[in-house]
């Protein structure tokens, strides 16, 4: 049998890249105005009586699949090692998550109460928006949206002196719970996320059927629909699928059995590698 594939923050997981982009717009800037964003929304939040406090079980549920993670987490992203990682659970009908830059969590009540998800699930989507967060897709993004917005006059040395800047560019913070993410990054962050959140004991056949419940569930609403801000596809569904050989192997020795031994999950089987003869 084949070894499964190994991924490592070493792999070429991306098709072409955006790294001028993303050194426009310095790590720590953005961490920071992150960590102010997720402090007023829980502010807000609590204000309005409407922030799930520490030991109500929503919280609890999000805390114990992240805390189950980290181990598997930090190899993406040096700096992940010194983030005050942090979980905030609104009381909201939004189906809605995000990861900040900087490991700072936020979840809408309606992804748990309203989407009806299971903790395998609920497991995949905490490692996809984990994973976006140790990639810096958001940096990426910003950085990209902030070199379109310079004069025509900018030259390549006014665009790297951005990343000297002192303060961080206007709306940055709110701007980043409005980001819609490429293909490049759901591919990226559907394989580091299976990944993590397989090492962590979740069982990575249930990113098919987590998506499929999202793209039923916020279809028709395009602000908060997770599809329109993680586009899924026909094409990223099947990727998902073709991955799940090599994920398969991570969460069975999670779990202390051979992947002959796992039981279906939701119609799905245990789909291997084709070998390939001569």
């Known amino acids: ?34 960590a102010e964003e997720f402090s007023q929304i829980a502010y807000g939040a609590e204000h309005a009586n409407r922030l799930y406090g520490d030991t109500d079980a929503h919280v609890t549920r999000v805390r114990s699949i992240v805390d189950k993670m980290m181990p598997y987490s930090l190899k993406w992203n040096e700096r992940a090692k010194s983030w005050k990682w942090d979980v ?35 497991g995949m989507l905490i490692g996809h928006e984990i994973a976006h967060a140790l990639r810096e897709h958001a940096r990426e993004r910003l950085g990209q949206l902030q070199a379109s917005q ?28 409005e980001m819609k993410y490429e293909n490049t990054d759901e591919t990226e962050a559907d394989v580091i996320g299976s990944d993590i959140a397989s090492r962590a004991g979740f069982d990575p056949r249930a990113a098919i059927t987590l998506w499929d419940k999202l793209a039923q569930a916020t279809h028709s609403n395009r602000d908060q629909g997770f599809i329109y801000v993680h586009p899924y596809t026909p094409a990223r569904r099947q990727d998902i699928i ?32 084709k070998l390939v003869r001569d």
């Open 1 to 34: 049998m084949p070894a499964p594939a190994s991924y490592s923050p070493n792999n070429q997981l991306r098709y072409g890249g955006y790294l001028v982009f993303r050194n426009l717009i310095p790590s720590p800037m953005l961490e920071a105005q992150a």
């Open 88 to 122: 905030a659970v609104v009381r909201s009908p939004d189906i809605r998550m995000y990861c900040l830059p900087g490991g700072k969590i936020v979840v809408y009540g309606g992804l748990l109460d309203r989407a009806h998800l299971n903790d395998n699930e609920l």
């Open 150 to 177: 310079l004069d025509s006059s900018g030259t390549i040395p006014q665009l790297f002196g951005l990343a000297d800047l002192g303060a961080a560019p206007l709306g940055i913070g709110s701007r980043l719970l």
């Open 242 to 273: 073709k991955r799940l050989p090599d994920m398969l192997p991570l969460y069975a020795k999670a779990i202390g059995k051979s992947v002959d031994a796992l039981p279906d999950y939701a119609g799905i089987g245990r789909p291997r590698r």
